[in-house]
């Protein structure tokens, strides 16, 4: 093998790794590459459900949230002090719209957004470890 | 009514007993060709008090612990469970408590979850105690928390066979049954006012105090008029002292 093969073979192996990567980091932030798709925040707990389609499905636009009430980069609100519940009740993020009059309030349905670590575990695929419970 | 007496409410199941409990109501009449003739409110019928606390007066413990679980609030953060295994060294295959979750329908078509914190129900008759052949599970004499006593444990796993709220397994570790014991030995007895999983919730699902005490938080929250409580299989007789309420 003459270095230019190697050259190639080391550029393709290198493209291959790129892509997969770009594959798996659009596989958690978004199904849909058109209007945000699944958005799971894991933090300040774990975990919180956003469908993207559910809201857009309502008529609302993308510059609806972006860039006022939430960054276009997926995950940009959890990287903030204030991301919780104390700050939705106060109007912001969610809390804009969630103020029991435009749609429920945040202090209502908390797992109609909430789906916890179960349901954390079932959307990224990861099995339960164990089944302490199982048998009633 | 000529058919009373074969529809007594007594006939009536403990499965279907608990779907109409589930919806916040209580059976007071008849059944007639399987339709419920009397339905009222829980909180309506008992304007003094939504729980029958038979069987719970003659407590001797002071102070007598207890847990009420404010049950929407749950999210299924699992920080409880964190804060736990953390604390009383819970190995990866076992649990002192977990969160059950499960699906209702609340109008065609339309789910809402639900998780339901377990843990052991500290019960005032505990089935664990009675089956025990070693002694190696007791009441707290001065607190009624149901204890452990690894020593005297065989590992027989008749208190696991005995328990309405699966609330034990096996230890390897200490070879001998594990369980929740309220953070006993590790926080309580240590002069911490609350359990790691009561501290942990950041909904404050898990209400931990002494319910021998008009003035606890949790005493203050079973004894609203207003508000449904219940408790886990109360068919058994076990007395559970884990309560449970929406809010």
Known sequence: ?136 | MRNEQSVRPDAITDEERRTFLKLGLKITGLLAGGTVLSLVPVSEREAKASFDFAGYENSKYKPHYGMVIRQNHCVDCEKCKVACAKTNHVPEYGFRTTILEREVETEPGKKYRIFMPVLCNHCMNPPCVRVCPTRATYKHPENGIVMMDYKKCIGCKTCMAACPYNARYFNEEVRAIDKCNFCFDTRLSKGKKLTACAEACPAHVRVFGDLADPESEPYKLIHQPDKTIWVLRPETGAKPFIFYMND
């Open chain 1, 1 to 136: 093998m003459n270095n230019l093969h190697k050259t190639l073979l080391g550029t393709l192996i290198a493209l291959t790794i790129a892509g997969l990567f770009v594959v798996t980091s659009q596989a958690v932030g978004s199904d849909e590459e058109e209007d945000g798709g699944t958005i799971i925040f894991t933090r300040p707990v774990k975990a919180v459900i956003f469908e993207h389609s559910i809201h857009m499905d309502m008529g609302l636009e993308c510059d609806s949230c972006h860039d006022d009430l939430f960054e276009m980069a997926a995950g940009t609100a959890e990287e903030n002090d204030d991301f919780n519940m104390k700050a939705l009740y106060a109007g912001k993020y969610c809390g804009a719209c969630h103020d029991g009059e435009t749609a429920f309030a945040s202090n209502t349905r908390c797992t109609a957004c909430h789906i916890g670590v179960k349901g954390y575990d079932k959307l990224t695929g990861k099995s339960s470890k164990k089944g302490g419970h199982g048998h009633h």
